[in-house]
């Protein structure tokens, strides 16, 4: 870029100098040690750029040579100092923000101490809604806390969003398979329970869903079998003793042989996709 503009300003210069001789001596003499030739133009036009000489002094010498030669330094001028130094600040930025960009290792490092600081502060928070001072939470203590707006704003600000406070607790309570949870047990299972859930926990959840679903549908065809061999043999038996004994026909009992009925029913369609291939 400078030696574009070193050259077309010692044209310009050249131009001048053939069409018509300068009046003012000390100009012509400076125009000459600046622009005598492109050397000395690419020097001039960086020292005007990087501090070495004020540009306003070089317009003074340039502008003489005509509009095109001002307006061409004024250009250069803009463009060197909101372009090329924006770009090359730019470059040393980036790479410095690149080096300074923790690794790997400097990662795992951060987040394990952010997860035990955490882990400290929500114990804390844990601590001061245990009224009893067993170490422990119930869920009226829980809820009793959760009243207080000032717990909600440090939950949240651990990243543990209670939206529901008696579904919260019920849920650690499930996970922990007790009516109470002990404050440890608790902040373990709120910090794994923090944050959103990733592909790799839905496909989790669908996949533990699907055998849930299957073996529901295994355990009722079994029971809807058991349940028609019962019927069976009753009848049998009722047959076979030539006694004319009337099954109960409660509203409970039909009930029961309405639920043999689809339990069949169910059991012949399951039976029949697989055989098929088509279950999932």
């Known amino acids: 870029i400078i030696y574009v503009f070193a050259t077309f300003f010692v044209q310009q210069l050249l131009i001048v100098i053939e069409g018509l001789p300068s009046a003012d001596a000390v100009v012509f003499e400076k125009q000459m040690e600046m622009f005598g030739d492109v050397g000395s133009a690419m020097l001039t036009l960086a020292m005007c750029t990087t501090g070495g000489t004020d540009w306003a002094d070089v317009f003074q010498v340039v502008e003489p040579l005509g509009a095109v030669a001002s307006v061409a330094l004024l250009m250069y001028i803009s463009f060197y100092t909101f372009a090329a130094v924006n770009i090359l600040t730019g470059i040393f930025v980036e790479s410095a923000l690149r080096i300074d960009t923790p690794d790997e290792h400097e990662r795992l490092a951060e987040e394990k101490r952010r997860i035990k600081q955490d882990t400290i502060?929500?114990?804390?928070?844990?601590?001061?809604?245990?009224?009893?001072?067993?170490?422990t939470l119930s869920m009226d203590e829980f809820l009793d806390a959760m009243a207080d707006d000032r717990f909600i704003h440090v939950l949240a600000r651990l990243g543990v969003e209670v939206k529901d406070a008696k579904l919260f607790f019920t849920t650690v309570a499930c996970m922990n398979h007790n009516d109470v949870v002990s404050i440890p047990e608790f902040v373990d299972l709120v910090v794994r329970m923090r944050g959103h859930a990733s592909s790799a926990d839905l496909h989790?959840?669908?996949?533990?869903?699907?055998?849930?679903?299957?073996?529901?549908?295994?355990?009722?065809?079994e029971v809807g079998a058991v349940l028609a061999e019962v019927l069976r043999e009753l009848r049998k038996s009722n047959a076979g003793d030539g006694m004319h004994m009337e099954l109960p026909t409660s509203p409970t009992a039909d009930r029961m042989f309405?639920?043999?009925?689809?339990?069949?029913?169910?059991?012949?369609?399951?039976?029949?996709?697989?055989?098929?291939?088509?279950?999932?």
């Open 121 to 135: 502060e929500l114990s804390c928070v844990l601590e001061a809604m245990d009224k009893n001072n067993d170490r």
């Open 258 to 280: 309405e639920v043999v009925q689809r339990c069949e029913s169910l059991s012949f369609v399951r039976n029949s996709a697989l055989n098929a291939g088509d279950i999932e």
């Open 204 to 221: 989790s959840l669908i996949l533990k869903t699907s055998i849930l679903q299957r073996s529901v549908a295994e355990w009722r065809g």
